[in-house]
């Protein structure tokens, strides 16, 4: 069933969005577009960036006349697949350039090539990329290259140092003065990119799509259970236990962080009113790690990373998040639930600011006292567990399609731009 985009708020930069709910096909018909040859590739390659973007895809889905291609890149194939199959995509384009134990050079520059052929292809008007992977670094300069339009879902975030996020810290930058429209999830973000000399015309506050893919999934699953049905063992196992959901996966953490995470996991465990259910990410980092010195315990459920209905159904039933996830970072706000972010810093400061994130650090015992706070300290407990929406109304999509399709009516890319087939731009040696 076509998702119909409706567009509820304000957007506060660059045009006015009409706060009317209108489908986004209606304000195209009022600009005067007929959408007769406007094409967007849109393009990722892990699971988050599919998580975020699934709005999106169903949201422009629904513009008649536009056409929209997907291209995945598959940078995390499986976890990836795990979206896509629950979102009911298939990409058009799929170029599985996922490698055992690939490093980042040889990642970015296969990328690189594969998305630069893709777009001689396919020869978009307008590429779609979101957040700071690899994939999104890569689509946008590949897209420059080509002198194609670029918009950045998710723009705007920052932690102010360049190895912590590492390297997506500096992905996103990249992406910044490349791109035609930013799309920032909130005024924090938007501001980060003005300080940076981004346009402020083509600077949008959206909110972000985590929010629309979080309320979209929880109906589903709250229409048909059978749907997050795998955790009913964990669920009955657990009950009556205060149960912390942990996620780890983080590069930063990798070696004597995961570590330390891992003997405060045991730590926690080992309460009788505690359980932790750990759906662990399938880097060897992390697996290797937890088998070694986590083990097997009977009040820790170490799972298979779970596919999204899975994971918003465990979200909902943690009384604590411990997480060192960006997207995480984002939906526990939303549910009220607090969550312990095992970073130094953030990119993402508004659910700190909102009250229910705290920064933690990695250290063992520091992990174990925040967490051991919240359980036994019932004040400090609900002061945290405040459901917010700093990042978003869950009308993300909606609003950036309308951005998007706004833009392409207005017909705003670049007149300086040789066409983008190959034997133009693609020559880069002669330039
Ligand atoms: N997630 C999931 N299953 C899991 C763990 C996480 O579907 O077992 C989702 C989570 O809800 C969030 C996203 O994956 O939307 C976060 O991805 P990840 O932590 O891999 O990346 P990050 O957000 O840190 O870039």
Redesign the pocket.
Known sequence: MPYLPVVTGPCKSGRPIDETSQPVSASLNALGYKGSMSKILIIFG????A??LFPVIRALAGVPGLTVRTCVTAQ?RG?LD??LAIADLAPDIDLDLMEPGQTLDRLTARLLTGLGDVMDAERPDLVIVQ???ATAMTGALAAYYRKVPVAHVEAGLRSGDIYH?WP?EVNRRIVAPIAALHLAPTETSAEALRRETIAADTIHVTGNT?ID??HWTSAKVAEDPALAAGLDSIAARFAGKRIVLV?T??RENFGDGMAAIARAIGRIAARDDVAVVF???PNPNVVSVMDTILGDRGNVAR??????P???R??GMADIVL?????????APALGKPVLVMRETTERPEGVAAGTARLIGTGEDRIVAEIFALLDDEAAYSAMARAHNPFGDGHAAARIAAIVTDFLAAGTTPEAAPSNSTGTAAHADRD
């Open positions: 892990t699971r988050p960036e998580i975020k995390h976890l795990q979206v957040g700071d992977t996020p997506e985590v893919a979080l996620t996966h983080r759906p662990v990410h799972i298979a990373p779970l596919d999204y899975h994971f918003v465990a979200l997480t060192d996830s960006g997207g995480v970072q984002e939906e």
